[in-house]
């Protein structure tokens, strides 16, 4: 009733993935164990974003990551939450995080059936101005009780089982996929619980938005060059579209998910591979794409058919509205 001041049939993020998960006879509670844990991971990291003006959070920390970048201390801290987090689940076997070189094989005592693939806090380079940063995670399962090797982690993205972000921007939003849809959940910090405010999310086919780092252009190859040229310069009567671009993936990905457009990392020069990595930041961003009824494509290949050989391996990326996606697909077909 329009007239109640609270909503009591509350929606939460633990409710909706338990209902999920009941349609699955074969379910035995881990995933939503695991799932509870990647949550208090998020509402720690949320807590720690919000704090860290005023907790002088913020600063180097005298390290640096693997791909040799400057760590922010909050990269840290994040970091360290969530892989204590997942370990004491004692749902996980595996987990590659980018703030590690190495996997972290989980201890036999401590193991569970799953592998988390995760980027504790990324778009760093956005921590010191206030702009919304987030938590990527994806889920893989492994089939049978081997001991577990890298290859468990080194799967090609459609045989994740989940993935997700968490958003820490003018609200905390978790944006999750099991396979069936996308949902998102906003945090209610009153309550401390994620809530479901965008059930059954859907990309608009096409958008008006695209969104890249436009001073890498002069390293473009063809394809991406042409693209972005017809973004501004239609040749088809179609009206040019809005160039928006963050330099926060997630936020990226999250505005292009709720308004349409596409989101370009592509390959260049200096960077022939792109620079976002496959395991934790393209794959889950593809799945969800793909859940969405979008699509995400390398240049060559459908982005969750790609095998990866190495955990930090990078890629270039494109991904977005099903049509627009559609577009940069046949300029790369007929460059062969
Ligand atoms: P990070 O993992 O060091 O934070 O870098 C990843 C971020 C993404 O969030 C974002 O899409 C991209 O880097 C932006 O890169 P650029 O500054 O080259 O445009
Ligand atoms: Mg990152």
Redesign the pocket.
Known sequence: HAADAHRTDLMTITRFVLNEQSKHPESRGDFTILLNHIVLGCKFVCSAVNKAGLAKLIGLAGET?V?G?EQKKL?VLSNEVFVKALVSSGRTCILVS?EDEEATFVDPSKRGRYCVVF?P??????IDCGVS??TIFGIYMMKDNHEPTLDDVLQPGKQMLAAGYCMYGSSCTLVLSTGEGVNGFTLDPSLGEFILTHPGIKIPKKGKIYS??E??AKNWDGPTAKYVEKCKFPKDGSSSKSLR?????????HRTLLYGGI?L?PADKKSPSG???VLY?VFPMSFLMEQAGGQAFTGKQRALDLVPTKIHERSPIFLGSFDDVEDIKALYAAEG
């Not at 671009?245 to 990905?253: L, P, Q």
């Open positions: 990551n791909q970048e990269d980018e980027d806090l990324d778009g760093s380079s956005n940063i987030g890249v780092n001073g890498n671009y963050i330099g926060s993936m997630v936020a990226d990905v989101f990392y620079k976002l990595r930041e």
